[in-house]
């Protein structure tokens, strides 16, 4: 490519010092067409080196095809909205970044770009225009080890995963935070204008932090590396304890655990207590008839209620926080959709008791579920766990309640009542 002989007319304003002095230290250098289109073709929107700059080159150029109409901030989004996303250079660091800075120049009109050759504008313009109609993958062949991988669910992928690689988009950040017309920058313009005045604003401040991506030559990077360096800053959000424990209850149920100081344990001692009033020291036998009976009755029905209690503020917790909660299976009611307040990993008799609306099927061990008998696999859970609660007495670990077969029987019988 030759250079243009024309004459250079002189403007009646003279350039700014400052741009004199940019182009004075950067002048312009005449490339071959060649050059030009061997650069260009291999311009991306997303690449891995503003990642790991020590990871392979990979990259990833993108077309008005890939366009997707969805709520939310993306390339793709912003390219199905018929914004322009700026192109970047994914290998060759810093000895690209002149080729590049002259085609984007000539694209833009931009002053800097008057050094260049009628030849070389003439081929530039129509090359840039022909490689946004071109799709083109650099390098994603396999991933590089320095790259982070996210393993995501997919149905019908081997092993029920797919593995991700995420890479933010210089393209994006370019029109988000660019130095002289970046979204964030012009909000936070009128933020600060409005808050000089003392006067109501919309503008909330947007604030942003600072990350060395591209380390101290950020060009060895792309050239869009310095609009990735200030990211949005979010706060996270404040803990909901109360979520956490209904998100909790959700998916682990509730457990019982007798054996430690509480509400439980103090019911458990008081008929220990019990027994041992009624039990002949002698024969080793508790003293039976109704008055007995009755009582034990109402010691049996106190810790149900105990248990039913406790399920009762869980679902009641759980309630509250439906519309938070993983919605994974609908009630066959027929009304408006409503979702189980309980996972289906949990034990059935649990999660029967916390929503009574779950106790014909168990799906613990059986994902078409099997059908259940909820009161009496409920007191059986109970009395399984009354009857393991150990004290120790004597620097010895035992059974608080030494019960035999007939005896844990009638626990159970006793408990079963009180659930139907």
């Known amino acids: 490519m030759q250079e243009s002989t024309e004459p250079i007319e002189e403007s009646d304003e003279a350039p700014s010092t400052s741009t004199t002095k940019k182009q004075a230290a950067n002048p312009w250098k005449h490339q071959s067409e060649e050059t030009y289109r061997k650069t260009a073709e291999k311009l991306v929107h997303f690449s891995s080196k503003t990642v790991n700059s020590n990871a ?3 990259g990833i150029r993108l077309t008005a095809g890939d366009g997707l109409d969805l709520p939310y901030v993306s390339a793709r989004t ?9 192109l970047d250079y994914a290998e060759g660091g810093a000895a690209q970044a002149g080729i590049i800075k002259q085609l984007m120049a000539c694209q833009t009109n931009d002053p800097f770009a008057d050094a260049a050759t009628a030849e070389e504008k003439a081929c530039i313009r129509p090359l840039l225009e022909k490689i946004r109609d071109e799709r083109f993958e650099l390098g994603t062949g396999k991933v590089d080890l320095r790259l982070r991988q996210l393993l995501i669910p997919k149905e019908n992928a081997p092993g029920g995963y797919v ?7 210089g393209s994006v950040c370019h029109i988000l935070f660019n130095n002289e017309d970046g979204l964030v920058l012009e909000h936070n313009r009128k933020a600060s204008d409005a808050a000089k005045t003392k ?5 909330s401040f947007i604030r942003q932090a600072r990350m060395g991506i591209g380390g101290a030559n950020p060009q060895n990077v792309g050239r869009l590396t310095r609009n990735m360096q200030q990211p949005i800053l979010v706060s996270a959000p404040p803990q909901d304890a109360r979520l956490r424990h209904a998100l909790s209850i959700y998916h682990k149920g509730l457990t019982f655990d007798f054996s430690r100081y509480g509400p439980y344990w103090d019911a458990l001692i008081r008929y220990s207590i019990y027994r041992d009033e009624l039990t002949d020291k002698e024969k080793n036998t508790m003293q039976t008839n109704m008055k007995n009976r009755d009582g034990e009755t109402t010691h049996f029905h106190g810790l149900g209620a105990l248990v039913e209690a406790q399920a009762q503020q869980a679902f009641s917790l759980l309630w509250k926080h439906r519309e938070n ?18 996972s289906r990993k949990v034990h059935g008799v649990i999660r029967g008791l916390i929503d009574p609306r779950l106790r014909k099927t168990d799906y613990k061990k059986d994902r078409t579920g099997r059908e259940m008998n909820w009161p009496r696999e409920m007191a059986e859970y109970i009395a399984d766990a009354i009857v393991n609660v150990r004290h120790v007495k004597d620097g010895e670990s035992i059974l608080l309640f030494p019960l035999d077969d007939v005896a844990k029987m009638d626990l159970t019988n006793q408990l ?5």
């Open 199 to 203: 006067k109501t604003s919309p503008f």
């Open 416 to 420: 079963e009542d009180y659930f139907r």
């Open 78 to 86: 912003l390219i199905n909205a018929g914004v322009e996303l700026e």
């Open 325 to 342: 909660l993983p919605q994974e299976h609908l009630f066959e009611t027929g009304i408006e959709p409503e979702y189980e307040l309980v």
């Open 56 to 58: 392979s080159a990979a």
């Open 163 to 169: 593995a991700v690689t995420p890479i933010t988009s």
